[in-house]
T-cell receptor
Framework: GQQVMQIPQYQHVQEGEDFTTYCNSS?????IQWYKQRPGGHPVFLIQ?????EVKKQKRLTFQFGEAKKNSSLHITATQTTDVGTYFC??????????????FGTGTRLQVTL | EPEVTQTPSHQVTQMGQEVILRCVPI?????FYWYRQILGQKVEFLVS????????KSEIFDDQFSVERPDGSNFTLKIRSTKLEDSAMYFC????????????FGSGTQLSVL
C-alpha cells in the first residue's frame, strides 16, 4: 500500500529559528495536503497542493510540491511558540474514486522554546 | 466555522465489550470518515462512507467494526468486541464533495480498553 514518510520525526528549535519538514511518498500523488495537530488536539487543515512544482505561502509558512509529485515540504520561517504541534502531510493516491482515503504521513513534532 | 462534533470525548470500557462512538458531521457534507490515532503515532484511515454505504476501508477495519448513519445527522462507529489494542483516539471527519477536499475533523473520542 501507499507509504508516506516524514522527516524528521521530531525537531526542537529556539523561537526565531527556521523549521522544515519533508514528506516523501512511495507512489505518485494526486495531491498533497498539510495538517497541523496541536498537543491534545485534532488535525486541522492548512493547505492543499495539486500541481507539480507548486509553491504556496501562508504568512511564515511555505509549502512545496515536488516536480515528480512524490514529495513535499513545509518550511516555517522564524518560528514562534504558537507553531508548536505535529505537522502531517496527507495524500490521496492518483486516480482513486470518490471518498478515497487520505493517507497521513508519519508526522513531525515541532517543539519551540524561548 | 461549522464543526464536526463527537461524543463522548472519553470512553473507558472493558475488553470484550461493545462500544459505539458518535459523530455529527457538518450538515451539508456528504462524505464521512473515521480515523484513529494511537498515542504519539500517525493518523490512520479506518473507513470512508458515502451515500449510505462504505466506500473504502482499511485492513484495520475488520469484522469487529461497523459504521452506520442511523438518521440524517449522526454517523456512528461500532466496535463489537473491543480488544486492548483498540485503545486510541478516534477521529470522525467529513467533507462536502469527497475526493481531493480538505477534511474537517472532530475533536475525537479517546477510547481506553482495560
Amino acid at each position: 500500500g501507499q507509504q508516506v514518510m516524514q522527516i524528521p520525526q521530531y525537531q526542537h528549535v529556539q523561537e526565531g529559528e527556521d523549521f522544515t519538514t519533508y514528506c516523501n511518498s512511495s507512489t505518485t500523488l494526486s495531491n498533497i495536503q498539510w495538517y497541523k495537530q496541536r498537543p491534545g488536539g485534532h488535525p486541522v487543515f492548512l493547505i492543499q497542493l495539486v500541481k507539480s512544482g507548486e509553491v504556496k505561502k501562508q504568512k511564515r509558512l511555505t509549502f512545496q510540491f515536488g516536480e515528480a509529485k512524490k514529495n513535499s515540504s513545509l518550511h516555517i520561517t522564524a518560528t514562534q511558540t504558537t507553531d508548536v504541534g505535529t505537522y502531517f502531510c496527507a495524500a490521496h493516491q492518483l486516480n482513486t474514486g470518490t471518498a478515497s482515503k487520505l493517507t497521513f504521513g508519519t508526522g513531525t513534532r515541532l517543539q519551540v522554546t524561548l | 466555522e461549522p464543526e464536526v462534533t463527537q461524543t463522548p470525548s472519553h470512553q473507558v470500557t472493558q475488553m470484550g465489550q461493545e462500544v459505539i462512538l458518535r459523530c455529527v458531521p457538518i450538515s451539508n457534507h456528504l462524505y464521512f470518515y473515521w480515523y484513529r490515532q494511537i498515542l504519539g503515532q500517525k493518523v490512520e484511515f479506518l473507513v470512508s462512507f458515502y451515500n449510505n454505504e462504505i466506500s473504502e476501508k482499511s485492513e484495520i477495519f475488520d469484522d469487529q467494526f461497523s459504521v452506520e448513519r442511523p438518521d440524517g445527522s449522526n454517523f456512528t462507529l461500532k466496535i463489537r468486541s473491543t480488544k486492548l489494542e483498540d485503545s486510541a483516539m478516534y477521529f470522525c471527519a467529513s467533507t462536502e464533495f469527497g475526493t481531493n477536499e480538505k477534511l474537517f475533523f472532530g475533536s475525537g473520542t479517546q477510547l481506553s480498553v482495560l
